[in-house]
Nanobody, 128 residues
Framework: QVQLVEAGGGWVQAGGSLRLSCAASGRNVSSYAVGWFRQATGKERDVVAAISRSCDSTYYADSVKGRFTISRDTAKNAVYLQINSLKPEDTTVYYC?????????????????????WGQGTQVTVSS
């Protein structure tokens, strides 16, 4: 089992940047495929970025391509989401999650129901 704690959210003006982090404990994040999700009030939780266990495959939602970058640091047992060129519509809570697929190093999950463990979320607020 793994525990996830997000950090790095906050308030930023449009056009600014943030780096979200997701610290894992209990098991190394290298054992999992990882995703970053966001959920606006009253809406479903949607994936914005995901990375495979081997890091050879990534996925980005169309709305964030070219602005968001997912990465992981196994030595620090953490995953990151670099967010650039922030827009007001990026305002919401961001969650990291992991999914365990033994033997599948290139697997990427793009649906929230595929994920096994979740963090508590970090709020990102972008002002215009």
């Amino acid at each position: 089992q793994v525990q996830l704690v997000e950090a790095g959210g906050g308030w930023v003006q449009a056009g600014g940047s943030l780096r979200l982090s997701c610290a894992a404990s209990g098991r190394n994040v290298s054992s999992y495929a990882v995703g970053w999700f966001r959920q606006a009030t009253g809406k479903e939780r949607d994936v914005v970025a995901a990375i495979s266990r081997s890091c050879d495959s990534t996925y980005y939602a169309d709305s964030v391509k070219g602005r968001f970058t997912i990465s992981r640091d196994t030595a620090k047992n953490a995953v990151y989401l670099q967010i650039n060129s922030l827009k007001p519509e990026d305002t919401t809570v961001y969650y990291c999650a992991v999914v365990y697929r033994p033997g599948s190093y290139s697997y990427i999950g793009t649906a929230n129901e595929e994920y096994d463990y979740w963090g508590q979320g970090t709020q990102v607020t972008v002002s215009s």
